[in-house]
């Protein structure tokens, strides 16, 4: 028996119990998912309710709101054939006017019984990517699990009525008998004294797709890139009154890609082609890229997020891996390149993830905000400083005979991006600078069977505006003789880390044996300052586990356990402080403790 490795992929290909989020071969027999009755989902006895420990919203205290149902779609044999419907944005009366929104939800609420992989998903509203998911595994007594997310930021697209498609591709069959069946539902918080609506800087004048349902309709909206040269681009036109621009990508590896920050480089691949496992080549640095017409704007490192199946399953349940339900979108400011797009020529928007393998699902939204004082901004790129690929150093120890190996591969990068934006508010110079700092090592032991990974990341992005009152005639000038420059930071910094060790045992009846300790963390910190206020904030979240995966030879038998501990805390500067700490023990929750003091 020949396997892929990192050992974790075997299960995807052996097993129930791996993540799948390629197409499975054509031979799969199809299934008509709409004759499938909705009441398949669950039996209330003995259902599990996996969850992601995640901070939960901030309460809007004495807001009325209303819960409107999206859409409710069972995926069966779904491959290629996403739901899609008409998102329609509810009427005045119990749920208000738009313009008196503080805050749109989605939530989504899944159900499934039987055997199934694990599938990534994604939802998008006037084709803006507004959730990145992976699903649980289900089990034959069943699951049920939700997922909330704040919206908010596209609220110029939920004014209107817009295309929503969900993309979950699966299989059903005589063997993977789950039907997933989905539920996605949208909350609207009205404002009141004490939560005004949704406007001014946290919430864009105008939302643009960088996706792919911009050209083709009634397809999935992210792109899928394969190699380390593919680029994903889509013409832009942004409206002549922009005076900031920030760019929300998601992005998240599969395939060979899935476990990319345990893949050796690619010499040692070949040197190990002859060894009982298959490795997945490439190294372990991956970078996500956004260019603006050609020119690269900023990057940052995904997280290393562990689906439901990876590695050993039973480690991710019932307390799923860290942003596994909510993969997180990555911001690039590009507001440095405004007086530039501001022509009304249409421009290219491009992601990219360097280095990338077989493969990485990505897109993005251009999120705008317009100066409702002038029909024109204009402005200019003043300064860029970034290497067009990362620099890595590659340390590396092997024996070519016992296929002993140790790496460690290190990256270090600094950018700088500047230019300025005339408005009515006045000349905005901003200022984009970040630093990137990488190290993963790696050991192979025992032909490859036994592997270790270990990798650690840290980012600070900042951005800084400064805006300078424009005298543009006398009585201006009388009033404002000596204007004071105002200067607006956005800071943030994140440390995230992922270790791992791996142990592969195969016997002679084709049986085989996994064991495994995983553990995960990250801690970010923001810092907003402007206008003499302040929004701080501090989160760090760690999870430790370890477990064994058994099957037998003939596919039919298998064993698993294992142990988990999560561990969160947020607090902020507007009143709230939150932590939850969980144990599970043999894939049961022996303590949950939430301390929530949020106001």
């Known amino acids: 028996m020949r396997v892929t490795w990192p050992a974790f992929a075997l299960l995807a290909a052996s097993t129930a119990f791996g993540h799948r989020s390629s197409p499975l071969p054509p031979h799969v027999p199809v299934q008509n998912s709409k004759s499938i009755d909705f009441n398949h989902a669950v039996r209330k006895s003995n259902v599990s309710v996996p969850f992601e420990v995640d901070v939960p919203l901030k309460p809007l205290d004495g807001t009325k709101s209303c819960t409107v149902q999206l859409f ?6 779904s491959y290629g054939t996403p739901y899609v419907g008409t998102y329609q ?41 507004v959730l990145r998911t992976s699903t649980p595994e289900p089990t034959l007594a069943g699951i049920e699990w939700s997922v909330t997310k704040d919206i908010t930021s596209i609220l110029p697209l939920l004014k209107a009525s817009q295309e929503i498609v969900m993309e979950l591709d699966n299989v059903y069959n005589s063997v993977y008998n789950a039907t997933l069946n989905i539920t996605v539902s949208a909350t609207f918080t009205m404002a009141n004294r004490q939560n005004p609506p ?11 797709p960088i996706s792919a349902l911009v050209s083709n309709n009634n397809t999935a909206g992210w792109f899928t890139l394969s190699s380390p040269t593919a680029v994903a681009s889509v013409p832009v036109t942004v409206p002549s009154n922009a005076y900031r621009a920030v760019v929300e990508v998601y992005a998240s590896g599969h395939g060979c890609d899935e476990f990319w920050y345990s893949n050796p480089p690619n010499d040692y691949v070949a040197l190990a082609g002859n060894s009982s496992i298959t490795l997945c080549g490439g190294g372990p640095y991956r970078e996500l890229q956004v260019f603006v017409d050609g020119q690269l704007s900023g ?49 290219n928007i491009s992601l990219a993830v360097a280095n990338s393998g077989s493969y ?20 200019g790129l003043t300064h860029r400083s970034i290497a067009p690929e990362p620099t890595l150093k590659i340390h590396e120890k092997v024996n070519n005979k016992t296929l002993d190996a140790q790496f460690d591969i290190v990256s270090s990068r600094k950018f700088v991006v500047q230019g300025w934006v005339e408005s009515s508010k006045g000349r905005v110079e901003t200022t984009v600078q970040g630093t990137v700092e990488y190290h993963n090592g790696q050991t192979y032991l025992n032909d490859t069977n036994i592997s270790t990974w270990t990798q650690r990341t840290s980012e600070k992005i900042e951005v800084t505006s400064k805006t300078t009152k424009v005298l543009n005639n006398v009585a201006e000038s009388q009033h404002h003789s000596h204007p004071k420059p105002v200067t607006t930071t956005d800071a943030s910094q994140s440390t995230a880390s992922s270790q791992g060790r791996v142990t592969f045992i195969q016997f002679a009846d084709n049986s085989f044996n996994i064991t495994a300790t995983v553990d995960l963390g990250i801690s970010t910190s923001i810092n907003n300052h402007s206008g003499g ?3 701080r904030s501090s989160l760090a979240e760690t999870q430790n586990g370890s477990g064994y995966f058994w099957e037998n030879g003939a596919n039919t038998e298998t064993l698993s356990s294992a142990n988990q501990k999560t561990q969160l805390k947020y607090k902020d500067n507007a009143g709230c402080d939150y932590s939850r700490n969980v144990n599970a023990v043999a894939q049961k929750v022996t303590s ?8």
């Open 72 to 77: 409710e779609h069972i995926f069966a044999n």
């Open 89 to 129: 944005p509810p009427k005045s009366g119990k749920c208000g006017d738009s313009s008196q929104w503080a805050r749109v939800t989605l939530e989504l609420v899944g159900k499934a019984r039987g055997r199934q992989y694990d599938r990534i998903a994604g939802i998008w509203i006037g084709g803006a990517e």
């Open 533 to 535: 206020k302040s929004f």
């Open 592 to 599: 949950d403790v939430i301390h929530n003091d949020c106001k």
């Open 198 to 208: 949704a406007a001014g800087p946290q919430v864009p004048d105008v939302v643009l």
């Open 360 to 379: 990485w699902f990505i897109d993005a939204n251009l999120q705008l905000w317009l100066d409702d004082a002038s029909k024109q901004t204009k402005g």
């Open 299 to 347: 990057v940052h490192v995904p997280f290393t997020t562990v689906y439901t199946g990876g590695i050993i399953p039973t480690l991710w349940t019932p307390s799923t891996g860290i942003h596994s339900f909510n993969l997180p979108p990555y911001y690039f400011d590009i507001t440095p390149f405004v007086g530039g797009l501001v022509d009304g020529k249409s421009h």
